[in-house]
């Protein structure tokens, strides 16, 4: 498999999980020069994809090789075990009740497809970064109309109450903030991250919140759990768990 290969994938839609599992199955023949890399990124291809993409080019053998031989011992990544040590206070703004006409910063990631973000929280689309600059338009029926300020697109927030178990005000109250979340007082890799909506492990629920959002209610009552439910798709669930308040396993995470 090849970058070529990659791109195919993610023209098809195909999700990052399936394109995950297709690069750690399939024989590594990848280009991750700078400029391969950078091509991977404009296609779409998440910082996840990668970063697999990149270990599995590091002298991994193919699959038939690596069957015929006694497994290398697996050390952790770096990145893991120093989201695990870092300090991670709390850094979410105050929450607020959102205005009609007023303008506000997104609190955390989402993704939005055509227009448009399920309370779901599918990982589809393109992403609007926490902090985004947005104008609460509307709340009516089940819908929020979000108006971007950095680029005068509309985004309507498709509110299904039987799994947000929340009314419009509520929603727009976990998703809108009056003052940016100062995300830049973290490290590096966790204010990527959390832009670009990737979970690690080593984060805490309440950066996991920013990076994903709230996990919806119907299948994650209560967010003092250690077992979240997220949606990838309509088809295709994510749980997550964590441990002494960090988030320590799921799939695809690293």
């Not at 709340?139 to 929020?144: A, H, L, N, R, V």
């Not at 919806?216 to 002494?244: M, Q």
Request: hydrophobic share 35%; charged share 25%.
């Amino acid at each position: 498999m090849n970058n070529a290969d990659l791109i195919k994938m993610k023209k098809a839609d195909l999700s990052e999980e399936t394109i995950i599992l297709a690069v750690q199955k399939e024989s590594a023949d990848y280009d991750t020069s700078s400029e391969g890399l950078i091509e991977l990124k404009k296609a779409g291809l998440s910082e996840a994809v990668i970063q697999k993409v990149m270990a599995r080019s590091s002298g991994s053998a193919s699959p038939a090789a690596a069957a015929a031989s006694p497994a290398a011992p697996v050390t952790p990544a770096p990145v893991q075990s120093e989201l695990f040590s870092v300090e991670s206070p709390s850094i979410a703004p105050p929450l607020i009740q959102p205005v009609i006409g007023q303008d506000y910063f997104t609190r955390y990631t989402f993704f939005q497809e055509k227009g448009e973000y399920p309370i779901t929280g599918y990982t589809r689309g393109t992403v609007v970064p926490i902090n985004t600059p947005v104008k609460l338009i509307s709340m009516s029926g089940k819908k929020i109309l979000l108006k971007r300020l950095d680029t005068n697109e509309e985004i309507k927030v498709d509110n299904i109450q039987d799994y947000s178990k929340r009314s419009n005000p509520e929603v727009a109250q976990i998703m809108l903030s009056a003052e940016k979340t100062p995300i830049e007082k973290l490290v590096p890799t966790l204010t990527s991250a959390i832009r670009s909506g990737e979970l690690r492990k080593g984060m805490t629920k309440e950066q996991v919140i920013m990076t994903r959002g709230y996990p919806p209610a119907h299948e994650t009552p209560s967010i003092d759990g250690d077992k979240w439910v997220y949606w990838s798709s309509r088809f295709v669930k994510l749980t997550i768990l964590f441990s002494n308040g960090r988030l320590t396993e799921g799939r695809g995470l690293y």
